[in-house]
């Protein structure tokens, strides 16, 4: 079974309003970490947000936050008040404390801001 | 500011030539850096862990004697694509291990002709 899934290949959403990208992931571990990266068409991969497995409150990073719902194993990374800078790959990524500090991907999902 | 330098960010070469990489860490000590590859579109595939003073851990697949990893000191490791042919045409990009999160270079495009 895939570790990170993001159900959504590409997603497009109006300039200003919100939008949420969907991450799933599968982990026996009790302690493990969640991050969202961003990727723009440069190629740099450009970390966003993170939420540990034990922290209680959803993460927050400025008009990133993470929804995170622990019992139903998602952390969907919602993006207030869009912008045309928006647009790029974004991936989820889970660390587990039992995998030598190894990072999984997701395949990533494909936002579009319209002005 | 960046905290992991990667270099080159781009080069174009002919088949049969080897290109190094190199990583480097620059705010802090990295014991362990990992190697991606990416093709178009896709996700990051680990190529291999890179460990200070150690032999890399590659994972399953990846020919080790085509990718040779070397991580000499704390703040750099340098992957080397021995006599590229256009399949190894690819973005290659690294990660330093520290705390929370994984900081990454920027990547370098190796176009092979």
């Known amino acids: 079974a895939q570790k990170i899934t993001q159900t959504q290949p590409g997603m497009f959403v109006q300039e200003k309003e919100a939008v949420t990208l969907d991450c799933t992931y599968d982990?026996?571990?009790?302690?493990?970490?969640l991050f969202w990266y961003k990727q723009p068409s440069s190629g740099e991969m450009i970390f966003l947000i993170y939420q540990g497995s034990y922290d209680e409150q959803n993460a927050t990073e400025g008009r990133y936050s993470l929804n995170f719902q622990k019992a139903r194993k998602s952390a969907n990374l919602v993006i207030s008040a869009s912008q045309l800078g928006d647009s790029a790959m974004y991936f989820c990524?889970?660390?587990?404390?039992?995998?030598?500090?190894?990072?999984?991907f997701g395949d990533g999902t494909t936002l579009t801001v319209k002005p | 500011g960046a905290v992991v330098s990667q270099h080159p960010s781009r080069v174009i070469c002919k088949s049969g030539t080897s290109v190094k990489i190199e990583c480097r860490s620059l705010d802090f000590q990295a014991t362990t850096m990992f190697w991606y590859r990416q093709f178009p579109k896709k996700s990051l595939m680990l190529m291999a862990t890179?460990?200070?003073?150690?032999?890399?851990?590659?994972e399953q697949g990846v020919e080790k004697d085509k990718f040779l990893i070397n991580h000499a000191s704390l703040t750099l490791s340098t992957l080397t694509v021995t006599s590229a042919h256009p399949e190894d045409s690819s973005f290659y990009i690294c990660?330093?291990?520290?705390?929370?999160?994984?900081?990454f270079g920027d990547g370098t495009r190796l176009s092979i002709l």
């Open positions: 990660s330093a291990s520290g705390d929370q999160p994984q900081h």
């Open positions: 990524a889970m660390r587990e404390d039992t995998n030598a500090g190894k990072s999984t």
């Open positions: 982990t026996s571990d009790q302690s493990y970490g």
């Open positions: 890179s460990n200070e003073g150690s032999k890399a851990t590659y």
